[in-house]
């Protein structure tokens, strides 16, 4: 049954990463995301159902616009492969629970706002707060169908624990971190505290360790400058989905 859901997780995901490709070039411009429907950038041709099929298009086509034979970006395939392995992996680490749809929500929104931060250095409300508001909803739902709704009020805290410790710093630092940061941290602190204290802690200190090298990199090998702003959200998705992954093995081996 484990390896019948996975597929069907990772098929589930093929299609959402199609969307959140959708998601992510059109919410930053302020454009509708279900009109007009999808085309070439090129020529303008609306994409047919056949060459939409997440991955196997992109390679039938060999990257290419049927139409007008411009080459289309491996972002779009990359994005769609990598949205099902993280929702077969997200599937595998929670396991066969209720909540698991919540935290399939979770697993598309970081996976987008990765994309919009990267692309904009945003993250953008238009998707982080319904996403947000879905995510919480899903993950009570879930917990009291799991007989776990006990759950709930620390996953909560620990929401609010990570938005006032980002905007403390925020405030601190004079602009070191964006409001978009502080507000993704709730979501993000939410989903580390549901299944443990530990594992938020060791989300909040990878986010941490990992924007800090992520930076000097950038900083040595001079694709930032000291002014530049560095996005860290993906930092900070980053070290969340570590940290569900192995946040409490981490936290168990340092204390031991």
């Known amino acids: 049954m484990t390896a019948y859901f996975s597929v069907v997780a990772g098929l589930f995901g093929l299609l959402?990463?199609?969307?959140?490709?959708?998601?992510?070039y059109?919410?930053?411009?302020?454009?509708?995301?279900?009109?007009?429907?999808?085309?070439?950038?090129?020529c303008g041709h609306p994409i047919r159902w056949q060459d939409n099929i997440p991955v196997v298009s992109w390679l039938l086509l060999r990257g290419r616009c049927r139409e007008c034979n411009t080459r289309i970006s491996p972002r779009y395939?990359?994005?769609?492969?990598?949205?099902?392995?993280?929702?077969?992996?997200?599937?595998?680490?929670i396991g066969p629970t209720w909540v698991v749809a919540a935290y399939l929500l979770f697993a598309a929104t970081t996976m987008v706002l990765v994309l919009t931060d990267l692309d904009h250095q945003r993250i953008p409300n238009r998707i982080l707060y319904p996403a947000t508001v879905g995510a919480v909803a899903l993950l009570t739902i879930g917990a009291a169908a799991d007989g776990n709704l006990a759950a709930v009020p620390r996953a909560l805290a620990g929401g609010g624990i990570y938005f006032g410790l980002l905007l403390l710093i925020a405030l601190?630092?004079?602009?070191?971190?964006?409001?978009?940061?502080?507000?993704?941290?709730?979501?993000?602190g939410t989903f580390l505290a549901f299944p443990s204290w530990a594992t938020l802690w060791s989300g909040i200190f990878l986010a941490f360790l990992i924007g800090g090298l992520v930076s000097l990199l950038l900083l040595i090998t001079g694709r930032k400058g000291r002014k530049d702003a560095i996005a860290f959200g993906p930092p900070l998705i980053f070290g969340a989905w570590v940290a569900l992954v192995w946040g409490r093995r981490l936290v168990d081996w340092y204390l031991g």
């Open 16 to 24: 959402i990463g199609s969307f959140l490709n959708v998601v992510a």
């Open 26 to 42: 059109r919410v930053p411009l302020g454009r509708s995301v279900v009109s007009p429907p999808s085309a070439c950038p090129e």
């Open 77 to 93: 395939p990359t994005v769609e492969a990598a949205t099902g392995a993280l929702f077969v992996g997200t599937f595998l680490v």
């Open 172 to 188: 601190l630092a004079r602009g070191g971190f964006g409001m978009g940061d502080v507000k993704l941290a709730f979501l993000l």
